[in-house]
């Protein structure tokens, strides 16, 4: 199969308004806002350089400067948490450190759909590699982080692959939904079409399509059509499925691990507990918290 060749960048859309976060969003991106104690978008980055990517690129929006200033380094921290011998903290912070020029910031200059961010990254691309998308909304635990086991499963199938979930039929409808021509092995699977929001009772089956994607550099060829989907907007979707109209490979991996959906309020509070507990310093506080809880 062609396109494989390692995978080294990924494309974080972080364009949104993030209108459900209202009015916390006014004046934080969206992405910035905490799970327990590191921003959401500090999650995406970890996955991907789990996974070897070494270019991050992030498509942002008005208003999105906190994001930018985030990654700086922030050397007066630094030294004063050295100084104070606050070695596990002073360790976080330099976690978060990223290369100079590993980061390139695009615009968008117009909320056009999710295809239409991606697209906007096409010049800081090589147009033969394949690259990454990681939508930082949806935050997955793994032991094996998730785009990590995605790019092991790409070394076998190259082509195109999305994460893939099976939801509740009735929520089908919320997401791209895949149509599956059969299995390849235990994980992975063909796909023979994807819809974005398909109308509630038209849905091809329930494996959703989760925010996590490797994409061949013709899915960004494809988005130059900038055909309007779903909504009226440039679905990411759309552009992946004209690969399978090419006869080009798509592939949905059913990876390991818990998805939450922290673009709900109800998903982030969710995430927070659960992300809570899994932390030693805060697992007893909290559970013996949740306990007192009525049922
Ligand atoms: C986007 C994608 C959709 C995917 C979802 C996963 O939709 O367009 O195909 O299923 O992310 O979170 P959004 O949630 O931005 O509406």
Request: net charge negative.
């Amino acid at each position: 199969m062609s396109n494989k060749r390692n995978v080294t960048k990924a494309i974080f859309p972080v364009a949104g308004l993030g209108t459900r976060f209202l009015p916390a969003t006014k004046s934080i991106p969206k992405e910035i806002m905490t799970l327990v104690d590191r921003p959401l978008i500090q999650y995406a980055i970890d996955e991907a350089r789990a996974a070897g990517i070494k270019e991050f690129i992030f498509v942002t929006s008005r208003g999105k400067g906190a994001l930018e200033d985030y990654f700086d380094h922030s050397p007066v921290l630094e030294q004063e948490l050295a100084r104070k011998g606050k070695t596990a903290l002073l360790e976080d912070l330099e976690n978060t450190n990223m290369d100079s020029g590993a980061i390139a910031y695009v615009r968008q200059y117009k909320a056009l759909g999710l295809g239409h961010a991606v697209w906007c990254a096409r010049r800081l691309l090589d147009p033969t590699e394949p690259f990454a998308v990681l939508l930082p909304d949806d935050v997955i635990a793994a032991e094996k982080p998730c785009l990590q086991q995605m790019v092991e499963a790409y070394s076998e199938t190259g082509g195109s692959m999305v994460a893939a979930l099976e939801v509740p039929q009735e929520k089908a409808s919320s997401y791209g939904v895949l149509d599956i021509n059969g299995n390849v092995n235990d994980t992975t699977v063909s796909v023979k079409g994807m819809v974005e929001k398909p109308e509630s009772g038209t849905e091809p089956s329930n494996l959703a399509v989760i925010g996590r994607y490797i994409l061949s550099p013709n899915v960004m060829q494809n988005l130059h059509a900038l055909k309007k989907g779903a909504g009226g907007e440039i679905q990411l979707t759309d552009a992946i499925a004209d690969e399978i109209a090419a006869d080009r490979g798509v592939f949905g991996y059913k990876f390991k691990g818990k998805r939450f959906d922290c673009g709900s309020k109800a998903g982030f509070l969710q995430a927070t507990i659960a992300f809570g507990l899994s932390r030693p310093d805060l697992r007893d506080e909290l559970s013996a918290y949740l306990k007192t809880l009525p049922a």
